[in-house]
């Protein structure tokens, strides 16, 4: 059992994390939003400290001031049991509150916080502060995921950092795990932390089955291009094609075919395509439609899982097969906290693993990630199976 | 083994068929297309009859002459190995060719088709005339559930037949049929005909569950609409809320409340909703919702197809939780054949057992029909588990 | 002063002109539409009988029954003074009621308004009566140009007749008509029907101008496009430029190039454009580009109306650069008949002159069409001035 | 003739009123573009800035070197002859150039053209100078109701200032200015600048007519309102209505019903409406329909400018009957400056006067304002005619 004192330099070490994740901001990255899936980095940071105020202070602090009545309007996201929600596409358009104001903000609810925490050691708070404690850090996620789309699709391609490291490449040859059929236990299975669609640990049955030991390179994918993939419809689903076609996709995201080279922006700002890095925004289609060009195909979750301890992971969020569905017993928590991840098991698939985003002690082999299939700005990967 | 005569019977039997489905349509009804999932009649009849055109007498009647160039662009549907496709949504603007031309060449063919199976007994021809014969018949299917809408969304709501059944009363109580723990085997196992997404045989490991003897009824949906369904966020899908707000949908397609009382249209006109009949018409994301309402579930396809010899099934396509995916060592047929199921396999649902428009000798305990999450048009219906 | 037997002979002639251009069509003919502004042929017929029925026989004849009450509803247009329209984007949609039911309610209506028209004189009834033949007239117009839409959008390019007439060659050399500065009377002088839009005679003040004597012809039009008129954005509106970009248009509407030959789709099937032909199916968007490039300009509805005693019209819509406005002292007419033209008087523009599908009886060079500026499926076409 | 100096201190004076508009703005309010009409004030700074650079430095000032070579793509607006315009859409995407870079931008431009005019009296320049002074004044009013948009569509509401008078009650009563028939003259006709859309002064032809000495105020708008004139579609064009259903447009914009008392958004926050204020953030479909529940009509532009003496102007844009179309022998001017208007002449109404957010030396009674239909953003207004 976790104390208390750990809990709070947990609490206070994840909420500094997020401000150092925007330090080299300019005040006017914090506030636009050039697709609906990337938010505002002004929006994250007052949106996880709502997390607090709302689902902490409200119910345990008798004594807690609101900081603002209108920022439960303004910074709530999807949970509909709380408040009328502002549609996601309009977040863009909200110059004010000022990021000053939401530093303060999240200045005012950590103190509310801290002080909270070193008089109150109730078990059901600290279970609520576990789970706002890693909804801040799937934010951290976001926030670099978002603020790479938000430079990264600016006509002067401004860098974010010069030392923030993409990918490191995977020496040695690629080959074959073997895994052999039978029942598989699959889903959490410790006492620490996970969130409730890991739960309802279970059996399943896996046939024979092989995974890659490495994640598929850029001279592999830069193969596929060559070969027509982007061309041939057989290789896709019917969906896939109709993507491809309306949006004229031709390479992952943040590729530039320049004088017949690609160049690809990273945080660090646009340079050639590193042939023996892993691949990286791909959406499922694409992982999809690659896996068929090699004749392989994709892992299911399951085979991920049960295979997981022999090769390395965790630089890429890996493509599965398998539907974000819930496990056998899953049970909904009810209230707004319950709208957490059930409602979204419908027409998304899942990944695997975690990547180079991830922050620290949020990653587990568990972890079920889920997105569209075709979204392309987070840090996705392809490992291929047989 | 089935002999050629027998399945030159099984052929002139289902072309025939066909034509009687049409038998009560006038021939303004071939023509339209009142949305995209809908086809015109007229287009099923050239469709159905371009597939043996296509696939058998191009390659094994070699004194065959194609009886209109041009019917190759306008009947294909979702083939694109085989030519330039007519985008779907066109189809409704199609005037030409007349009904009258297409019923000549359905003549042409089907006379064609015979003269060319009384002298080839080829086994692989064989083979893709046994596809054609089932794809025509799921063809039977979507002609009578797309005559359905063309005339039941008609503000003169003209009946069809007044003798085509479509519902009986499940009699005797709702009662939990249990299941135990284990691994179970999945997928078809026999000589008789098949799609290609029920092979590959496996093992499923399933933990214990609950599956109803009945289907849903229209009483108990009411009562889901009365308490509210519609209008209670949390018993959605992010997905299925959306769907609903921006479609307005307050009941099940073809129902309509005249002076307080729930109508509904079907194939015999429009008439006071049965109570006890199965509820149908309703979206994967309505029969989730109705689910969630009462604290239920909807099986797996596994855990339907394990439990299937212990309930009536055959009136209604069950919708399932399960994703459409590939079953484990499942091979997409190279060529346009191949085509036919694979390119599906992504965001949409399994929907098990048959529906009383399915024609005989088309149902299996095998079959999985498959749509996206918030189609009505199909006489889908209902049956909880947990 | 007309007696009512001339009008009734007017009224039985215009009725039965209308069926005789339905002549060719096979009856999947008359139910489709392709586009928004294109209606189909079914619902010509039924809306023209509408007329009389809701605006003659359901006011002057005490003894007339209703044909069927549902007709008001998907026969109405935009007047939405009667009633609630069927949305015209559905009137595709709908295959009941049939081609025949229509014809039995032409007869119906026809005969009853013939009964009436031998018994009464009423003055105010005759005046309904003229806007009623004249409504259908405009019908007859339509009726042509959708019906060319629908067969010349069909992959099978069906012809519509042999023996229709597209044009006449303009011979003799293209000369400019001067015309001098002053005060000129424009809108209509005489007791002859007109409609309430060319009412409010009224002086306007010209400038020196010339327009020209003949129409633009196809080879001067290919001209323009070999000189990249579709691709030089000065030559457009900036709204113009947007639409020709939106829809790739490289022509006029049913051009086709085939092995570098300009086709055309006329109503007597495709065949090579006829270079001295005057050139039609031009948007205003590119009449108005044209002129640019040839750095003359489109004559105002006023100019055209000034001068149009001293040229040839009649073959060609001609497009003015006048926007559709009220005359001096319009007075819209109180009830349903007062929704007949002002409400469109808004971002469209003015077309003077008549076309080879306008009726006989129905061309007055005070007439005033009107057309938003992106349409081309009528028999437009472009006189210069400067 | 005016002197360079003068011109100086009328361009300095301008680039300083700019930043002056800008003073109370938060660095986020720099950078958002809630609707597409409207433009961050971030990229009015900017562009204004451009132009002076672009057509100015570029070409008189030999030793100009040009600030960043990325700004002109980014800060073009619709002058397609000069560089490849960044999609108006996406201008609230971009968070860099910083606000701090775009001031430094203005800072060095305006260094270089003072040195530059100190030193060069080409009357050329002069002329394409005093172009460049009232297209930045036009942007100023921009600006303002840009702002205005911006902050009035946040939830938080933030005023801009506690001082700017949005408007003064015009006393004493309504009466009616009478017009006499006959030839009026209409167009610029002095030696002072005007833009190109303006010359050509030419005659036209007037009838008796009758305008009012007031604009409409807000308790004659509440008036048609509470009469129902958002529900009357007899009041409205066909367009107006569907714009009004579509977009369930129930009052002005900025207008909140708060139990039962209207209250309005301006740029001094939200307050009671003035029932005695001018109207104000109307379109033209609703100063239309406004006119028709009168019974009467807006003035063409010709009957506005033939009386103006006679009324007070200048508080709001005057909608007016009249499409924007080119005057007599209007000659588009050739280049990138020839642009600026013409391209824009169709499908928008001519608005007349100027408003409270004209900027002072830009407004005359010979200015043709102009905006498509549906626009509320502009400080727009009704005066009637009859
Ligand atoms: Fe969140
Ligand atoms: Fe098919
Ligand atoms: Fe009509
Ligand atoms: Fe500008």
Not at 313 to 332: I, V
């Amino acid at each position: 059992m976790v104390s208390t004192d750990t809990f709070l330099d947990f609490f206070l070490e994840t909420r500094e994390h997020t401000e150092a994740i925007c330090k080299p901001l300019e005040i006017e990255d914090y506030v636009v939003q050039p697709i609906i899936d990337v938010s505002p980095p002004k929006w994250h940071l007052g949106h996880t400290t709502w997390f607090f105020e709302e689902f902490i202070l409200k119910s345990y602090d008798t004594s807690y001031t609101v900081f603002d009545e209108d920022f439960s309007f303004v910074f709530n996201s999807y949970y509909e049991t709380v408040g009328k929600r502002v549609v996601r596409a309009d977040r863009g358009n909200l110059s004010r509150p000022s990021v000053k104001k939401v530093y303060e903000y999240r200045q005012y609810v950590t103190q509310a916080m801290k002080s909270l925490l070193e008089s109150n050691e109730d078990s059901t708070l600290l279970a609520v502060l576990e789970i706002g404690i890693h909804h801040e850090k799937q934010h951290q996620e976001l926030l670099l995921t978002d603020i790479k789309y938000i430079l990264g699709n600016n006509p002067l391609l401004p860098k974010y950092s010069d030392t923030f490291l993409e990918f490191t490449i995977e020496k040695g040859t690629q080959s074959w795990i073997s895994m052999t059929e039978g029942v598989y236990e699959i889903g959490h299975n410790s006492t620490d932390f996970c969130f409730d669609n890991e739960l309802g640990r279970h059996k399943v049955y896996l046939h024979d089955y092989q995974i890659s030991n490495k994640l598929v390179t850029n001279a592999e994918y830069i193969e596929f291009i060559q070969a027509g993939g982007y061309k041939r419809f057989d290789l896709w689903h019917a969906a896939g094609w109709d993507w491809v076609q309306q949006n004229q996709i031709t390479s992952p995201l943040y590729w530039y075919e320049i004088d017949g080279v690609w160049h690809y922006y990273s945080l660090n700002g646009l340079a050639e395509v590193d042939l023996d890095a892993p691949v990286t925004h791909i959406s499922y289609f694409e992982a999809f439609a690659f896996a068929q060009y090699k004749e392989c195909r994709l892992p299911t979750e399951f085979e991920w899982e049960a295979a997981q301890e022999q090769f390395n992971w965790g630089q890429r969020w890996e493509w599965t097969e398998s539907a974000y569905l819930p496990y056998p017993n899953y049970k909904k928590v009810d209230g707004a906290l319950g709208e957490y991840n059930g409602k979204f098991m419908v027409n998304q698939k899942v990944l695997r693993g975690s990547s180079i985003a991830t922050p620290t002690k949020h990653a587990r082999h568990t972890y079920r990630n889920f997105f569209p299939t075709d979204l392309k700005w987070q840090f996705t990967g392809i490992r291929l199976a047989k």
